[in-house]
């Protein structure tokens, strides 16, 4: 690694940015929050930071990211040695390693005792540090997410894809081959031969007049039918499989020691008949708005302002199009979208109707969806390809971006409630 002078105009992170940057008003808020929290005062050292950026991309297997950061670490004077492993790094910052699995996987399990570990002992960690690392954490644990479902590690690692094949028919028929291949593989996923698999993907057109229509019908829920309707949504997803079902190859040695428990990944809690599901994490009893972000504010100056902007910027982004269509309000679809995200993480929005996730989403989507969050290893540039195959390439990377943000969110709500326990 010849260390640059400054690994991070290097045309790699470019690529990121560059795709990341046709949507310049999220663009901003991103590189601001992202600086702010790599560059700027705060509690953790920066080679702290650089080496957290390395365990948390590692944990999905993003070599894209973890070369980046390695190469930072260099350049800005980091111990070469740590570069060897975990074994090499001081003991506190190793300690970090169980929050890291357990925020990247299932975070519903993170408790205050996590917590109240680090900052105990003589390599104790302050409340502040924690805070730092656990932002860090969620920002790479996403950003890997993202740089997947974008598709781009293969082109980053050289496949000869351009990003700006938009071949609707040669996805198509990718796309059916795909099918072909799992429905020949998985027969029993075919009653009658009629399966969500083979269905065409709901068609744009089809879309907007189901979001048209749900933004004209306001027939009030019960409380009791909209938790049933989240509890169906959320049993849905748990039954979904992931885009790729053969196991994952091993963690390529580079990774792998950057890796503690390599078989920890991400589990169904919603499988019918599962032990100890978790509890709902409902959003009134502690939301983002009203508790995530004074708490996280307090802790680590400022940063909750960053974090905000950046969630609204993703949460908000519209341009009033859909494939070339025009005026047409997408908040629906949006909606759908980022509370499904949430909802695979245990998390319910207790004033939104689920029902309207189904009607909205299709199966593809969902499990694409589903993928990045939970498997984001796993996608291929064929799989971005081949699903919403009639949006433009800056649609899908805005449904994309959503995912980033909607997990983000969604691991430090996890993360804060505990700190929030641990405080009091």
């Not at 560059?39 to 390395?54: E, F, K, M, S, V």
């Amino acid at each position: 690694y010849g260390s640059k002078n400054s690994p991070a105009d290097s045309s790699n992170l470019d690529h990121v940015t560059k795709v990341i940057a046709y949507h310049p008003r999220y663009l901003d808020h991103f590189l601001n929050t992202q600086k702010f929290v790599m560059q700027c005062d705060g509690p953790l050292p920066y080679d702290y930071r650089n080496y957290i950026a390395i365990m948390a991309a590692a944990r999905h297997k993003c070599t894209y990211l973890v070369n980046l950061y390695e190469e930072i670490f260099l350049a800005n004077g980091g111990d070469p040695n740590w570069l060897n492993g975990l074994e090499h790094i001081p003991p506190k910052l190793r300690a970090i390693s169980d929050i890291n699995k357990i925020l990247a996987h299932r975070p519903w399990l993170l408790n205050k005792e996590h917590v109240e570990r680090l900052t105990k002992g003589q390599n104790s960690w302050s409340l502040s540090e924690v805070v730092h690392a656990i932002v860090l954490l969620a920002h790479y644990h996403s950003l890997s997410s993202f740089v997947f479902s974008c598709g781009l590690t293969q082109e980053l690692d050289g496949a000869s894809h351009k990003i700006e094949n938009n071949n609707v028919l040669t996805q198509k028929t990718a796309f059916n081959r795909l099918n072909d291949l799992y429905n020949s593989q998985h027969p029993e996923n075919l009653p009658n031969g009629d399966d969500a698999n083979i269905r065409p993907e709901v068609t744009v057109d089809a879309l907007m007049q189901r979001m048209k229509r749900l933004s004209e019908k306001n027939d009030e829920c019960s409380e009791t039918e909209l938790s049933n309707r989240f509890k169906h949504v959320e049993q849905q997803a748990a039954e979904l499989p992931p885009v790729v079902r053969e196991a994952p190859a091993d963690v390529p040695q580079q990774l792998g020691r950057y890796v503690d428990d390599p078989g920890f990944t991400y589990q169904d809690f919603a499988r019918r008949g599962a032990e100890n599901i978790p509890q709902t994490f409902r959003i009134q009893d502690y939301s983002w708005d009203d508790h995530g972000y004074s708490l996280v504010n307090r802790l680590y100056n400022d940063v909750g302002f960053y974090l905000d902007d950046k969630f609204r910027a993703a949460y908000n982004l519209t341009y009033y199009t859909i494939a070339g269509r025009t005026n047409v309000d997408t908040s629906k679809f949006r909606r759908a979208i980022w509370n499904y995200i949430q909802c695979i993480y245990g998390i319910r929005h207790d004033d939104y109707d689920y029902g309207e996730v189904n009607q909205l989403l299709d199966r593809s989507l969902k499990m694409f969806i589903k993928t990045a969050c939970c498997f984001p290893e796993r996608i291929t540039k064929l799989d971005y390809d081949s699903v919403l195959v009639e949006l433009q390439h800056s649609e899908k990377v805005h449904i994309n971006l959503m995912i980033l943000e909607a997990r983000n969110q969604a691991e430090l709500l996890y993360a804060l409630r505990e700190v929030m326990r641990y405080m009091t």
